[in-house]
């Protein structure tokens, strides 16, 4: 398969992705079914911007004219560990090995093991080549290199296991939101996408909130009723029962609307259900550099991404700030 074959299938790709297919509505049931997380909402919203943002054939194009790819193969194969934190959070490292040229051999996360290999296993039935390029396994052995993406944790394992080899390891992160306390009723319906889709399990989900000193929270509050809803899934609404049943015992202050908790806390990392807040000086600016901490994926609000925006990453929005293209084409 030479450049333009690779495009042209995953261009395919795309189609299938929005298309009314018997199986692959099913596949997505199946999918939901699998993981009480994956809700055919967020299987949808994740599908919807994987096809947007990744699979536009111009944008493809310009992604691999950006990086001078031509037909030469790159020849080496790639070990990918894939998390599971949200529907085919790995699809980015899958399609930058793809296009690239490289072979890849991928280790699904048991939370997110039936699209992608759907998806996978349908590219293979349009061209077979692609069965040679691809393959998946339960141990990842023999690769010329590693991308991994796991907790901090897991993170200490893989660099013990693939330090030899060259390799993009990934631990935690999360996101963060500046308010300036001017905020639209618009933008604060969509700082409501950034803290809630996925039910916030994403490292693109905002878990904190920096707001001017005085800063009234209602608002926010109102703005987050949109997914007020979650109150009514199980698996959500247990981890805020916990939670406020921790803040009831510490005698924390807490707001809340009835499906979020918002806590005064200085960490940048919050519970699922929770969203932690700090308050700052308009005037001396915020007290430290968010731009310096090393833990965050992504800033919204002033001076970073609109909010609505943080789900919406483009081909050159890399995880950690790590081009994975250029580490490929290194090799």
Not at 61 to 78: P, R, S, T, V
Not at 211 to 233: I, N
Not at 293 to 316: E, K
Request: aromatic share 12%.
């Amino acid at each position: 398969m030479n450049l333009q074959k690779r495009i042209e299938l995953l261009f395919r790709l795309q189609k299938y992705l929005l298309d009314d297919d018997t199986e692959w509505q099913n596949i997505k049931l199946k999918a939901a079914a699998h993981n009480g997380w994956f809700t055919p909402e967020f299987i949808n919203l994740s599908v919807e911007n994987i096809a947007g943002a990744f699979l536009q054939k111009e944008k493809l194009e310009g992604w691999a004219a950006h990086y001078h790819l031509d037909d030469n193969i790159g020849g080496k194969n790639i070990g990918i560990v894939m998390a599971g934190n949200i529907p085919m959070v790995g699809f980015h490292d899958f399609l930058c090995v793809f296009i690239s040229g490289h072979k890849q051999t991928i280790k699904l996360s048991s939370k997110d093991e039936i699209l992608l290999k759907h998806l996978i296993a349908k590219m293979i039935e349009w061209e077979p080549t692609v069965e040679a390029f691809i393959k998946f396994a339960e141990i990842l052995k023999g690769c010329d290199a590693y991308i991994a993406t796991g907790s901090n944790n897991s993170a200490r394992y893989f660099e013990q296991y693939f330090s030899k080899y060259p390799n993009i390891i990934r631990r935690n992160r999360t996101s963060v939101a500046v308010l300036k306390g001017d905020e639209s009723t618009e933008e604060l319906n969509h700082l409501a996408d950034d803290v809630f889709q996925y039910f916030g399990l994403g490292c693109r989900n905002v878990t904190k909130l920096y707001a001017p000193s005085g800063y009234d929270f209602v608002p926010v509050l109102k703005a987050f009723d949109k997914y007020k809803y979650f109150a009514d899934h199980h698996k959500y609404k247990n981890n805020y029962d916990y939670q406020l049943s921790i803040a009831l015992l510490n005698n924390v202050f807490y707001m809340t609307n009835g499906s979020l908790l918002l806590l005064e806390n200085e960490s940048i990392f919050s519970p699922i259900s929770v969203l932690n807040y700090s308050f700052y000086d308009v005037e001396s600016g915020l007290p430290e550099t968010l731009a310096n901490i090393a833990d965050l994926q992504c800033i919204c609000g002033q001076n970073g991404l609109a909010f609505g925006q943080a789900q919406n990453p483009g081909l050159m929005d890399y995880a950690d700030g790590i081009d994975t293209m250029q580490f490929l084409l290194t090799l």
